[in-house]
């Protein structure tokens, strides 16, 4: 406040110097919002509360308009009913803006009429000019995807709702138009200021580093040479087939036990991305329901998903025409059924991530991923490379998990007789298949009826060599008119081409249109058991069922996981799918604590296993839509594991032939997470049976991970030996705080 009004002791006030207190004070407030703060439109201070399905609360705040400022003084209440869309499966989103208006109040007062009688009369006089906020709903436009709506430049947006036919869906606040307080903004100026003295820090030596590399860049060989070095020896390797143990020098990035002796009476590690302590206890159990009965769920045999109802996706009524699909020679069609694919998590307080990964060979990474207990989960065979495989780390949780919806996994080559027909059709959206229906006009005596879903070859026609999903009806479980089959819901992606294909022997006929009125699909008849002649005029009647789901959340309780004497690691390995737009969380809650804690493993985040716990219920929160939900087969390849490690890692290798005699060998071991407060890590060699320590050990730390070095040891043999085993030795004092080796390599001198 600039100003103010003065009085003398013997003044008589004025009216107009009680109004200019107030005009006085709201000059300095509005000084204040238009130079201080300087927002255009925005608001601060507001809440909102979800009252009932179609009810907000606007709780009090205010909005800045320049040098304005308006205020909700009391709550607002909002009724939404009008805005709901009509059509079910519809939704709409609202905007609700904030406006600022504002009014003279006025309030009954007495009124002096005569001075020298003093008779008053009440009268009506304006005693307060206040500025409100009022709330103005903006309407998008109803659609199954509906888009925001687009709030003008000059409007201040409070939030966002999401409207479907059952009412509100969720209220999202509109952040950007929220007014910044002193006490936010100098919270991230500070750490913006951190990273600009980290930065000049660490730029201050920049030009004695260069001119240090300066000075030995004579002393490099240029680019070129090097890579036409390396290019030779990797033709001459390739081109002599020279075996690994017959090399003066080895390397392993220690992701599969293949070159370390796992039955060594003394070994004492695991190799698994890493080499790693062993576990002093481990319990695997297979997944199961807490609550099989409950109503939020819906299992088809072993693949559970929220629970759904059908809906018709695809319909294609016949015009009066018909085929017999067991009118030509029989043949034997071979059906390989493909496998959903697997996904692995695991969380710990000693799971690490290994940055040498990029080692993988691709047809490593399915029975290495997969395999427990000796059981390789089924992969028999793989064909061709290993697409859509991807391994995400973050934090404490390695998940590893495919891209695509199904693998191919021979699980049963099987051999059907009779005539095939197939429709084709082009999946424009995402839907998990849950029946097919055909149009029967003639149903023989006798032949069963096998219906085969499957992908299509890249020229458009079914391929027997993957198929999805089968089922088989006798004769007597069919009628003419719509016959349903059944299925294995299997979610089908878009953009790709499925069919399905009916083998018979039986002297059935299936109800056709004409005249290509399906444009999206073709019909097929397979001739020589091989090849598939396609039909461009004719379509099979047909109607493609889908699951539509009843909410778009859903929480499964699963038996809980337990350990005797704790745990600092779980794992769980299951198959299923999680469409775009959909998400399967798995979270814990350790016994003793209230809340439940997601299995994500984000730095900060609140840690899952506090403790060593020795039980956790799990449970997992589907979320999606109601047309795409995840899912998650729950069979006996479902697996919760348990574990706690022991605090002594002891890795010994195969013996490997240098193809020469030396005395002196070097063993480079890069070791991570390495605290030397809490860790020791040592090498050593063996020749025979005899140990033999190092002369002379150098520590290398990595300077960007200071947690990572390099342990590179001088052995001297004595005597000359041709052949030894890399050993690696190391402890703990903490079990819940590990360190791992990424890889080891000798070099014979």
């Not at 939704?91 to 003279?104: C, F, K, P, Q, T």
């Not at 390396?230 to 990035?253: C, G, T």
């Not at 097929?524 to 889908?546: E, P, S």
Request: net charge negative; glycine share 8%.
């Amino acid at each position: 406040m600039t100003k103010i009004v003065r009085w003398s002791e013997a003044e008589i006030a004025e009216p107009a110097d009680y109004d200019r207190v107030g005009a006085f004070a709201r000059e300095g407030d509005e000084a204040l919002a238009g130079a201080a703060l300087g927002y255009p439109h925005h608001w601060s201070g507001f809440t909102i509360s979800h009252d009932s399905a179609v009810e907000l609360t606007i709780n009090r705040g205010n909005l800045f308009v320049g040098t304005v400022e308006y205020a909700a003084d009391d709550p607002i209440f909002l009724n939404l009913q009008i805005h709901l869309p009509l059509v079910t499966g519809d939704r709409r989103w609202i905007a609700l803006l904030v406006r600022g208006a504002s009014e003279v109040v006025s309030e009954q007062r007495m009124i002096e009429t005569d001075a020298e009688t003093h008779d008053t009369v009440s009268q009506a006089v304006p005693k307060v000019d206040r500025r409100f906020v009022e709330i103005v709903v903006q309407q998008g436009l109803p659609s199954p995807t509906p888009l925001k709506p687009t709030v003008a430049a000059d409007q201040c947006c409070l939030a966002f709702v999401e409207m479907a036919t059952t009412g509100i869906v969720g209220v999202e606040m509109d952040n950007a138009s929220r007014v910044k307080g002193l006490y936010e903004v100098e919270g991230r100026l500070a750490q913006i200021e951190g990273d600009v003295a980290n930065t000049i820090r660490r730029t201050t030596t920049l030009e004695t580093d260069v001119a240090n590399i300066a000075a030995r860049l004579g002393d490099i060989p240029r680019p070129e040479i090097m890579r036409q070095i390396k290019r030779d020896l990797a033709i001459l390797r390739r081109n002599s087939s020279v075996p690994d143990d017959a090399v003066a020098y080895w390397f392993d990035p220690c992701l599969t036990d293949d070159e370390w002796d796992t039955t060594h009476g003394s070994w004492l590690a695991r190799v698994h991305e890493g080499m790693r302590f062993g576990w002093a206890a481990e319990r695997d159990a297979q997944l199961a329901l807490l609550d099989p009965a409950s109503t939020a769920i819906r299992q088809s045999g072993s693949l559970l998903m929220p629970a759904w109802t059908e809906a018709v996706r695809i319909e294609v009524e016949g015009d009066g025409g018909s085929v017999n699909i067991s009118q030509l020679a029989h043949t034997v069609t071979t059906a390989i059924q493909r496998q959903i694919a697997r996904t692995s998590i695991e969380y710990g307080k000693t799971v690490k991530f290994t940055d040498m990964l990029a080692w993988w060979h691709r047809d490593k990474v399915v029975g290495e991923t997969f395999t427990r207990r000796g059981e390789e989960w089924g992969v028999v065979a793989v064909k061709g490379d290993v697409p859509g495989f991807r391994i995400l780390a973050i934090g404490k949780v390695i998940r590893h998990e495919w891209l695509e919806t199904y693998w191919d996994y021979e699980t049963e080559d099987v051999g059907l007789n009779g005539s095939t027909y197939a429709q084709t059709w082009l999946n424009s959206q995402p839907l998990i298949l849950t029946s097919i229906e055909l149009d029967f006009v003639r149903v023989g005596s006798t032949g069963d009826v096998h219906l085969l879903v499957c992908e299509c070859s890249e020229s458009g026609a079914p391929d027997p060599a993957k198929v999805i999903v089968t089922a088989t009806l006798s004769p007597g479980d069919i009628s003419t008119g719509w016959t349903k089959f059944s299925l294995r819901p299997s979610l089908l992606e878009s953009g790709k081409r499925y069919a399905w294909m009916t083998v018979t022997t039986g002297n059935h006929a299936l109800a056709t249109a004409t005249g290509n009125k399906f444009a999206q699909g073709t019909m097929f008849l397979m001739t020589d058991g091989a090849f598939m002649q396609g039909d461009v005029h004719t379509d099979f009647a047909m109607r493609i069922n889908a699951a539509r789901f009843g909410a778009t959340r859903a929480v499964v309780e699963m038996q809980p996981l337990t350990l005797g004497d704790g745990m600092t690691d779980i794992r769980i390995l299951t198959a299923g799918w999680t469409p775009g737009g959909t998400s399967l969380t798995w979270e814990v809650q350790p016994s003793g604590a209230t809340t439940w804690t997601p299995v994500v493993g984000d730095e900060g985040e609140t840690d899952p296993l506090p403790g060593l716990p020795a039980l956790v219920r799990l449970r997992a929160v589907f979320a999606g839509t109601t047309d795409l939900m995840p899912a998650v087969v729950l069979d006996v390849s479902a697996r919760g594991e348990t574990y706690r490690p022991r605090n002594q890692l002891v890795g010994i290798g195969e013996v490997h032939d240098f193809g020469l005699s030396t005395s002196t060998v070097q063993m480079e071991t890069v070791v991570d997470d390495f605290d030397a407060a809490k860790h020791t890590a040592v090498n050593r060699l063996m020749v025979g049976a005899t140990v033999v320590t190092p002369a002379s050990t150098s520590t290398l730390i990595d300077p960007d991970r200071p947690e990572r070095r390099t342990l590179l040891s001088t052995f001297n043999l004595g005597a000359p030996a041709s052949a030894v085993r890399p050993r690696v030795e190391a402890d703990t004092t903490e079990i819940v705080n590990l360190p791992f080796v990424e890889s080891v390599a000798l070099y014979a001198l």
